[in-house]
């Protein structure tokens, strides 16, 4: 997966507003991953359409660590699997694979970096990528991907009450407007530190952490 790393690159990074407004990380280092942890065997129930995600593999690879998340419901049924990489403590999505026939698996050149860009709101990040299927026909599409840190909030949900949310905005849009979209739209999470998504609003719905389960 070093060549994964190799590839990341930023096409337009932007910081508004020229001033700190607010930071998530005073005076300590800001670590994306601490809020996206990954481990093998942790389980996480969400109400809405994310469900039980569950990381079911974990493999080293060279300077990288390669997991894939299974999602699905409470009774072991998994409707699609997706596949990160964590780089340099940044978590990137690389693959969704669904169970559905008629859904082509996808891929994403430079992966999508998944896992908060930053503590300080107001951040804003620009990125083209390329979306590949799995079809009959090999078909690639460009992607804009445009990021944004909203806030930093306390966020109460059934799981329990976490302070200092990082709520993030991924908006995808295809640079073609007559491609077949499939993961177009906008999408807010919120990242708790150390426990991951704890919120998210999505195109097909939204949702909470209900509970966590670790290996």
Sequence with gaps: MSALQHHMKTVILVATGGL????IS??????????????????RIFSGPMGHVVVTEQVEM???????????????????QEKYVLIQGRVYWFE???????????????PIEISPISGRVGFKKIVDVIE????????AWRLQI????????????????FPNCIRMRISLAYHDPTDAPLMEGGNTYW?????????????????????????
Excluded at 191 to 215: M, Q
């Design 20 to 23: 700190l407004v607010l930071t």
């Design 26 to 43: 005073c005076g300590t280092k800001f670590v994306p991953s601490d809020y996206f942890p990954l481990k093998k065997g942790n389980s």
């Design 62 to 80: 060279g300077d990288s660590l390669q997991y894939i998340l299974s999602f699905g419901d409470t009774l072991g049924n998994v409707a699609w």
């Design 96 to 110: 969704f694979a669904p169970k559905i026939p008629f859904l082509p698996e996808i891929t994403f050149e430079p």
């Design 132 to 139: 590949s299927r799995k079809d009959s026909a090999n078909t």
């Design 146 to 161: 445009e990021y944004e840190i909203e806030s930093i909030e306390q966020v109460v949900v059934a799981a329990s009450t």
């Design 191 to 215: 990242f708790a530190k150390g426990v991951g998504i704890v919120k998210y609003v999505l195109p097909p719905g939204s949702g909470e952490l209900l509970r966590t389960e670790p290996p």
